[in-house]
């Protein structure tokens, strides 16, 4: 894949190209027809100049489709997005209302780093690096996850006190982490988490007979919702990428 374009990139020799219906496709943006139809009507454009179904590219030009720039697959990604209630983290599930896929909108694919299971909301974040993926799943990592919670009843001080040294839950056959946690008002408090397991903080609140009412992830590591609202989504970079790469273990972000 992409041999066209990465045949000649040694000093000297001109980089490869290839039709940009078919650059395109490769991002995954539209099919190559769909491409063409997109160049008739004026809506891609290559260094702001109108492009046409001929039009070569190597990939390091200045690509719009309808006034949105387009990455190549190479490039590394990293999106927060406001995951609203209802959603699946999945990419295809018969039984899901929504999916993820249905959902998030990116002109390249990309995938969830940590799921956020379907009657929660809040940060997701979204990106085609995998190795960003890997070490942020890896829970011997203990990264950060922060979230609001709102339970149906009065929440009392010792069951907070309890969550936040460590539960046992039975069905898991596990005890969680220590937690920091904070209480917010009667019903609600924040906690920070280390570790994932399924449903967590739902199994940690039943343990004490309370039922979550709302729950949304508001921090992943040093990446916040930041004034997002559900559906809304920003690209994480600068300073901000290279923070998130450094707390990931991995080589900072270029």
């Known amino acids: 894949m992409y041999s066209e374009r990465r045949r000649s990139t040694e ?3 001109p ?3 290839i039709r940009l219906n078919k650059y395109l496709a490769e991002c995954g943006v ?5 491409a063409g139809r997109l160049m ?3 809506e891609v454009t290559v260094n702001d100049e109108p492009a046409t179904p001929g039009t070569m590219v190597t990939g390091q030009e200045k690509i719009k489709v309808r006034d949105r720039i387009v990455r190549g697959v190479d490039n590394k990604v990293v999106v927060a997005w406001y995951k609203p209630v209802g959603v699946t983290c999945t990419a295809r599930d018969a039984h899901a209302d929504i999916t993820v896929e249905e959902a998030f909108h990116y002109p390249i694919h990309l995938t969830y780093a940590g799921r956020l299971d379907r ?3 809040g940060l997701l974040l979204m990106t085609n690096d995998g190795d960003l993926i890997e070490a942020m799943m890896r829970g011997s990592n203990a990264h950060e996850k922060e979230y609001v919670v709102r339970t149906r009843t009065k929440i009392a001080d010792h ?3 309890e969550m936040q040294k460590g539960v046992y839950l039975k069905d898991l056959e596990t005890k969680t982490r220590p937690a920091k946690i904070h209480r917010l008002g009667d019903y609600s408090f924040d906690i920070v988490l280390t570790q994932g397991l399924n449903r967590q903080i739902r199994r940690m609140c039943r343990v004490f007979g309370y039922e979550v009412k709302t729950l949304k ?7 916040t919702l ?5 559906g809304m989504q920003r690209e994480i970079r600068g300073e901000e990428l290279k923070d998130l790469y450094r707390l990931a273990g991995l080589a900072p972000h270029e």
Not at 30 to 34: P, Q, T
Not at 217 to 223: F, L
Request: charged fraction near 40%.
């Open 11 to 13: 000093a000297g020799k």
């Open 15 to 17: 980089v490869g190209k």
């Open 30 to 34: 539209c099919s190559r027809r769909e």
């Open 40 to 42: 008739e009507m004026g």
């Open 119 to 121: 009657d929660s909301e």
């Open 159 to 161: 069951a907070l006190a």
């Open 217 to 223: 992830r508001v921090r992943v590591m040093n990446i």
């Open 226 to 230: 930041k004034g997002l609202k559900p």
